[in-house]
């Protein structure tokens, strides 16, 4: 994600757990969060759990999200410079008065830089001098994951209906829609190393037709929550649980025409890092003293099973998000 | 033991056979969820949520087994070419087994946070225990979390070691009750700084690390051989047992002596697969001069009568006590703080003066001592001290044993119209940070009672002038590090002030003299202490010998002169052996590569 894409990102978040943008810029958001925000977000337990407890008002706190590190600190500076250019002009002095003002507030930045310097590796927040805490949302960076995991507890099961194209003329026209499976998928290629892969699948429980890209057809329609006027749901033919089976097939057939041959070297790996420790095992348990061997043969299953942690080649597909989509026509 | 990335135990899964070596299992807890649900008519979430969750997940979406992931999430700073290659070939050459053996200076630390870093984003670490020497946790913590964005803590509590990534002191790991703790621990990720600590296999150290369980690892120390080749041995086979063969296997296949490889291409080969060695190029290991000069002193009269009354005082203790060491150590420390200003012997005195007995005849002399204080009026280094900052004209860091002489100084600079800052070790990192900024700004002078720790880093001074000199010689190497090091430009003045007639006067000459303490390679003092100090530490045995001798000045300096000579011909020992170590050097040095650095 660059900084335009987290920019977008982040603007869609605020907007789907209602906070309320106090002010904001193409490199930054200045927020109050909703209580939702909050409590995903402020790492304040205690505090929720208390208002829970007491009904007590919450008081969210603001935040000030910085999603262009550069072009932020850019305009603050250049906006700054411009406030005290005013303020010289303004004293009348000449140019010793500016000198002066710069060199007072040079002492002020170095103070402030020796407060974020030692406060910085924990939050960055001291660093300015306005009360509301400073987060630099990069790619990586602890906050934007935060809202990762935020959007991913929020939006984890769905049940929506497909907005229909256009009104229909006659009261009595009913649309036919179906319900869809919709399942996208992480499937993670694991040994030592590791790679991931995306997949998304919708299963008609009409048909028990899969389609591949599913979470792109969806974002194709307009969906709405509630049940539009005009319309019929086709009847089930198949169970969730069958569905889910068809997409899991369908990705297994798809996964058997990969190339293996990572595993196969990791399992090669496995197999010589094992066979290393063996060598270095066997003499020394047949060498040692009766009453050694129990712990000679403890730590030698234990590196076997470290051996097998590290190099044991797998293969697992877990749900990222789910739900049922209920569509046009019978699919 | 299971990985990382395993769904949670109860959740249902199953499991098929893709190919002959590995399986696919499918997790199928969110099918329950779903279903659940459905039964129960919601509650339903929010379909931007879902959008946002999917294009969170896809941002993050790992293509390609062997690309550097965490590169792209390292905002703050741009690791080195020669750190990244060492964190690549970590990952995809050595599995995340390895020992880092950079020298000093290069950067191990970084290729270590890589190697995490890179491991954490791809989901292959969770949990990493992180193990270093006390002094430097809190530096780790700082790195891990300002560099790499690592939640790192540093361990304090007993609840501490529940946090993902945690850093400890071995010291504190190795100990009852942490010990089962972390025993009990599948730990992702092992990191180990100055390993060669562990290169005995008998140390508690070694079975410790041993008995952990843990999938990757990393050792990193400059120095994996610092006696011989068993040393080697122990450490590689601490990280992948049977890597060198049996212990019999590795001394019959490669060492014909225990500083003397043979097979050197074997042997090579077998070190290349576990461990990574960059080196400074040599051109570049350019260290400028260090111009040591003693500056012999006289005291005042009146400074003359106190270092006298002192000396007096503390035989007239030694000889009535039964032995106490602390109380006596105490003594001997007022000796050597009458050589660095009235203020520091006042700030003893007056803490003895309160520890004794109110109706002790000690309260009597001492405040007799306190007495002579008062008809001082100067000090004679101070003085000096002045006269050679105004020579230099130059910016000068003062070193000091103690904060009251510290405190005087500022006071007496200040009063010469001469810009100084103070530096102690008990400032907060801001103000540390500050104090240094100031140095580099607009003060000349710079007082310090703290050389240890990182941080100040001070190769735009090079001048020195060391005040009053600690007993303990390392501390002596960290304070001319400070300034000595990469990067220092100019060639460094270390000035000694020594007072004549006194007890820094015997210890100048030793340190200078005996050791040649100013003119050590880095590292080598740390070989020679190893062995001098058994039992005791050449500090200790200073004290002994001041209070052993009493009085009599002149078998003080015969006792100091063995003791220098001593130290003298351990030195050549270990000159001797370093030069013994070039095989085993030559070998290790072609595991990796040769750095250009520019400071």
């Known amino acids: ?331 | 033991m299971q990985p990382t990335n395993d769904p949670v135990k109860e959740a249902p899964a199953v499991k098929r056979k893709l190919h002959p070596s590995v399986d696919l299992q499918f997790d199928r807890t969110w099918l329950h969820n779903l279903q659940d649900r459905v039964d129960r008519n919601g509650p339903w979430d929010d379909w931007t949520m879902y959008q946002l969750a999917v294009e969170a997940e896809q941002s993050k979406l790992i293509g390609s087994f062997d690309d550097l992931q965490c590169l792209r999430s390292l905002p703050s700073f741009e690791p080195m070419t020669h750190q990244i290659s060492t964190a690549r070939k970590v990952l995809h050459e050595m599995s995340g087994r390895a020992i880092l053996a950079d020298e000093v200076g290069l950067g191990k630390t970084i290729e270590a946070g890589l190697v995490l870093k890179e491991y954490m984003v791809r989901g292959l670490v969770r949990k990493a225990l992180i193990l270093v020497p006390a002094s430097l946790v809190l530096q780790w913590v700082r790195e891990l979390n300002g560099k790499f964005g690592i939640s790192a803590v540093a361990q304090k509590k007993e609840h501490s070691w529940a946090n993902d990534v945690v850093v400890a002191s071995m010291d504190t790991a190795k100990r009852d009750p942490h010990r089962d703790r972390l025993l009990a621990q599948d730990y992702d990720m092992l990191i180990i700084d100055e390993a060669h600590k562990l290169k005995n296999k008998k140390t508690t150290n070694y079975q410790f690390v041993n008995q952990l369980r843990k999938k990757y690892c990393l050792l990193l120390t400059a120095t994996p051989v610092q006696n011989d080749l068993d040393e080697l041995y122990n450490l590689i086979t601490l990280l992948k047992p049977g890597q060198l063969g049996g212990q019999n296997e590795f001394a019959a296949n490669f060492v014909v002596d225990k500083r003397m490889p043979k097979n050197e291409e074997q042997l090579h080969e077998a070190l290349s697969s576990v461990m990574i060695r960059n080196r400074r190029s040599d051109g570049d290991i350019h260290f400028t001069k260090r111009i040591v000069k003693n500056i012999p002193l006289n005291l005042s009269t009146e400074e003359q009568a106190l270092y006298d009354a002192v000396t007096k005082f503390v035989r007239e203790r030694a000889g009535e006590s039964d032995g106490d060491w602390s109380s006596l150590l105490s003594l001997v420390t007022l000796q050597r703080e009458v050589c660095s200003s009235r203020d520091a012997v006042f700030v003893t005195l007056v803490n003895m003066f309160k520890k004794t007995a109110e109706d002790s005849p000690l309260r009597a002399k001492i405040w007799e001592l306190v007495e002579v204080i008062r008809s001082i009026t100067s000090n004679t280094k101070a003085e000096k001290a002045m006269e050679l900052v105004r020579e230099m004209n130059d910016k000068v860091i003062i070193f000091t044993e103690y904060r009251a002489t510290q405190e005087y100084l500022l006071n007496y600079f200040r009063a010469n119209n001469m810009v100084a800052v103070p530096y102690r070790g008990g400032m907060n990192r801001g103000k540390k940070d500050w104090m240094m900024d100031l140095f580099r700004g607009r003060a000349q002078v710079l007082i310090a009672t703290e050389a240890g720790g990182e941080g100040i880093n001070l190769q735009f001074c090079s001048n020195m002038i060391n005040f009053d000199l600690p007993w303990n010689p390392m501390r002596v190497e960290q304070r001319i590090g400070r300034v000595h090091r990469l990067g220092q430009t100019s060639d460094v003045r270390i000035y000694n002030l020594c007072t004549i007639g006194t007890i820094e006067e015997h210890i100048v000459s030793l340190l200078h003299e005996k050791i040649n303490l100013f003119e050590l390679v880095i590292g080598e003092l740390d070989h020679i202490l190893e062995r001098f100090e058994k039992n005791e530490s050449l500090e200790q045995r200073l004290a002994r010998l001041m209070l052993e001798t009493g009085g009599n000045g002149d078998l003080l300096r015969k006792q100091i002169d063995d003791l220098g000579n001593s130290l003298s011909r351990i030195r050549d020992e270990v000159e001797f052996e370093e030069d013994e170590m070039s095989a085993i050097n030559s070998i290790m040095n072609a595991v990796g590569q040769t750095i250009e650095v520019r400071p």
């Open chain 1, 1 to 331: 994600m660059n900084e335009r894409q987290i920019q977008k990102f982040v603007q869609r978040y605020l907007d789907a757990t209602g906070c309320h943008i106090v002010e904001k810029s193409p490199a930054h958001f200045h927020v109050k969060l909703s209580p939702k925000a909050d409590r995903d977000l402020t790492n304040r337990p205690y505090y929720w759990s208390f208002v829970d407890r007491t009904g007590a008002e919450p008081e969210t706190m603001s935040l000030l999200l910085v999603t262009d590190k550069q072009k932020y600190d850019n305009q603050t500076a250049a906006a700054a410079a411009n406030a005290q250019q005013k303020d010289s002009s303004a004293g009348g002095g000449a140019a010793g008065a500016a000198a002066a003002g710069s060199g007072a507030s040079g002492t002020a930045n170095a103070a402030e830089a020796a407060l974020g310097r030692s406060f910085g590796y924990i939050h960055g927040t001291l660093n300015t001098n306005i009360r509301v805490p400073r987060e630099d949302l990069y790619f990586g960076s602890r906050r934007l994951n935060q809202l990762f995991e935020s959007s991913r507890q929020g939006g984890s099961y769905l049940c929506l209906f497909q907005e229909p194209d256009k009104r229909s003329n006659h009261p009595l026209d009913s649309t036919a829609y179906s319900a869809w499976l919709g399942v996208n998928m992480k499937v993670e290629f694991a040994c030592d190393m590791k790679r991931e892969e995306f997949h998304s699948f919708g299963v008609s429980l009409a048909t028990g037709q899969c389609i591949e890209q599913f979470h792109d057809r969806l974002l194709q329609y307009r969906m709405t929550p509630k049940l539009p006027p005009n319309v019929h749901t086709a009847k089930n033919a198949f169970t969730l649980t069958k569905a889910a089976a068809i997409a899991e097939q369908t990705l297994e057939r798809k996964l058997r025409t990969y190339d293996y041959s990572w595993a196969a070297a990791a399992s090669k790996r496995l197999n010589e890092e094992l066979e290393t420790i063996n060598h270095y095992y066997q003499p020394l348990l047949e060498s040692a003293e009766e009453e050694n061997k129990p712990q000679i043969a403890e730590q030698f299953e234990r590196r076997q099973e470290e051996i097998k942690w590290q190099y044991e080649p797998r293969v697992t597909a877990s749900a990222i998000n789910c739900g049922i989509f209920y569509l046009q026509g019978i699919g």
